[in-house]
Each structure stands twice: as C-alpha cells, then as structure tokens.
C-alpha cells in the first residue's frame, strides 16, 4: 500500500526566513496531495493542495511543489510569521476515498 | 453552525471497558472518518463511510466498530479497550463521496487506556 515519508519532523527558522517540510509517496497512482496544519488544541486544517497534472501552486506566501517522476512534493512558506508554528501534514490519495498521511513536521518560528 | 463536533474531549479507561467517542457534523457532509493520531505515526486511518449505512476499513480498523445511521452522525466504538488504543482521535468530514478537498476535523478526543 501507499507509505508516505515525511522530513524533518522538527523545523525551527528564524521569523522572516523560509521553511520548507519534504514528502516521498511510493504509489506512483496516488493524483492528489493536501497539506493540512495542526495549531495546538485544534483540528487540522487544509492549508494547500495540488493535483498530479500540475508541478506548482501558491497561495500567498505558501507553495506546494510536486515532482511526479521521483515520487516527492514539499511544501514552502516564505516570510514565515510567528502564527505559522503549528504541526503540518502532509498526505497522498489512495483509490478514492483514503488519505494517507505523513508522519508531522513540528514547525517553530523563533522571534 | 457548528462545523464537526466530537464528545467527549477527554476520556480515561480500564483495560477491557468499552465506550463510544461520537462524532456529529452539520453541514451535510456525505464522507466521514476516523484517525488516530500518535506521536512520530502522523494521522491514520480507522474507518470511513461515504454515506448513511456505508462504512469500510481505513489502515487500522482493528479494535474499532463504527457505524453511519444518519448523515450527520458517526460513532467510534471500542468494544474492549486496549493500552495500545490510548491515543488521540480525530473525525473528519467532507462533501461528496471521494477524499479530493477540503476534510474538516473535529478537534479532537484524547483516550487513555490504564
């Protein structure tokens, strides 16, 4: 079945500097890949998406990146701000109806 | 509206009790679901339904019954509870009948099982 890496699990950057969190999916049918974030206390929440027919999307100061041939997508969030701490996920479709998610990345801004 | 609401937050069990962690969305959502969450392990799977009186096995339905009588709710049961079922849990729901979008998550219940 799909297995879905995810690095690094702690991430600590300077306020104003980039983050970028890394994912490796194994099942080269998987078409769609959410990242969610996780701020303590709370539900996760779908920051970005991206599907398999194309290579980059922003959203402001966040992009996601997909390279479909080496398996991998990462996501990046510029400028980051002391409110993107938090614990990002991201996941890979499998069939139609699961998602399988990676293991966390605990992001922290430092001031 | 009230998004996706889980009961209890917080619950502490014995080995072998049993105990339903609900779940109850309104938004008229067709797809829900249940994770477990546990350190270094991200979110997996438990069970899902597409729609009232359709459920199926995520990664880890082992120890877990759930059932869907109604859109808007979708119980976890644990029927005997284990140690290695002391994590938090998470519902999840969304439109439609496929996982492409936005899931909405519940905040959260923690178990602990003594």
């Known amino acids: 079945g799909e297995n879905v890496e995810q690095h690094p699990s702690t991430l600590s950057v300077q306020e104003g500097d980039s983050a970028v969190i890394k994912c490796t999916y194994s099942d080269s049918a998987s078409n769609y890949f959410p990242w969610y974030k996780q701020e303590l206390g709370k539900g996760s929440q779908l920051i970005i998406d991206i599907r398999s027919n194309v290579g980059e999307k922003k959203d402001q100061r966040i992009a996601v990146t997909l390279n479909k041939t080496a398996k991998h997508f990462s996501l990046h969030i510029t400028e980051t701000q002391p409110e993107d701490s938090a614990v990002y996920f991201c996941a890979a479709k499998v069939g139609a109806q699961k998602l399988v998610f990676g293991q966390g990345t605990r992001l922290t801004i430092n001031p | 509206n009230a998004g996706v609401t889980q009961t209890p937050k917080f619950q502490v069990l014995k080995t072998g009790q049993s105990m339903t962690l609900q779940c109850a969305q309104d938004?008229?959502?067709?797809?829900m679901s249940w994770y477990r969450q546990d350190p270094g392990m991200g979110l997996r799977l438990i069970h899902y339904s597409v729609g009232a009186g359709i459920t199926d096995q995520g990664e880890v339905p082992n120890g877990y019954n759930v059932s869907r009588s109604t859109t808007e709710d979708f119980p976890l049961r644990l029927l005997s509870a284990a140690p290695s079922q002391t994590s938090v849990y998470f519902c999840a729901s969304k439109t439609g009948t496929g996982v492409t979008g936005e899931l909405f998550f519940g905040e959260g219940s923690r178990l602990t099982v003594l």
């Open positions: 938004m008229n959502h067709e797809y």
